[in-house]
């Protein structure tokens, strides 16, 4: 049984550029989560998405980043005109159940973000 | 005030030796408690959850949850140097997960 798996795991931008993370969760789960990891910070929430909806967006900030799970493929994290400070290890999760349930989440390996 | 508050070590012990690591926090509508394991530059790696008071063994490791004290802890036995990573408490509202900042834990042999 496959884990969450993402892509690239190593992603090397130059200020202004877009980033594009992607995202497929493990079999039988619907649930997808993106998380940030800064240098010498803790794990911090970022987005919660079912397919093709946005159920929590409370860590995101409040400009040039996205997110969408859409019906088909995988998760997709979007960063516009990325700068220094996005430089950050992103990680996706996924569960099989949903917020107001019991609901374990498992992690994918990160996609390691360097902008130059 | 964090939500979540973890003592970042680092923690050296020998390897045999029993671990303790602990978290507090602060919001009591928090529904539920895990504890992950991350090794250096992997992605973390779910060790335990629980949703009520009380312990949870499962191998080598217990957790344990007191709601009334908002404190949250996770015991590691027979301690090996395979052990050696930063372990991450993680506080679940809805479907966010809320991480203490990670205690990094070294297993000499």
């Known amino acids: 049984n496959a884990g969450v798996m993402q892509n690239p795991r190593h992603l090397v931008r130059r200020r202004g550029q877009e980033a594009r993370l992607r995202c497929s969760p493990m079999?039988?789960?619907?649930?997808v989560y993106w998380y940030r990891q800064l240098p010498e910070e803790g794990l911090k929430f970022m987005v919660y998405l079912q397919k093709e909806n946005i159920i929590d967006e409370s860590g995101m900030p409040k400009e040039r980043f996205s997110a969408e799970f859409p019906k088909e493929g995988p998760s997709i994290l979007r960063i516009q005109q990325v700068v220094r400070g996005d430089s950050a290890a992103y990680f996706c999760a996924s569960s099989r159940l949903g917020r107001g349930t019991s609901s374990e989440q498992y992690f994918g390996p990160g996609t390691r973000l360097t902008v130059t | 005030q964090k939500e979540v508050e973890q003592d970042p070590g680092p923690l050296s012990v020998p390897e045999g030796a029993i671990v303790s690591l602990n978290c507090t926090y602060s919001?009591?509508?928090?529904?539920?408690f895990m504890w992950y394991r991350q090794y250096s530059r992997k992605g973390p790696e779910l060790l335990m959850y629980t949703y009520s008071s009380g312990n949870k063994e499962d191998g080598r490791f217990t957790a344990q949850v007191d709601k009334s004290s908002k404190y949250i802890s996770l015991f590691i036995r027979d301690s090996q140097p395979s052990d050696s990573a930063t372990y991450l408490c993680a506080i679940g509202l809805g479907g966010k997960l809320i991480f203490g900042q990670g205690t990094e834990l070294s297993v000499k042999p």
């Open positions: 919001n009591s509508a928090f529904q539920y």
């Open positions: 079999k039988g789960h619907s649930h």
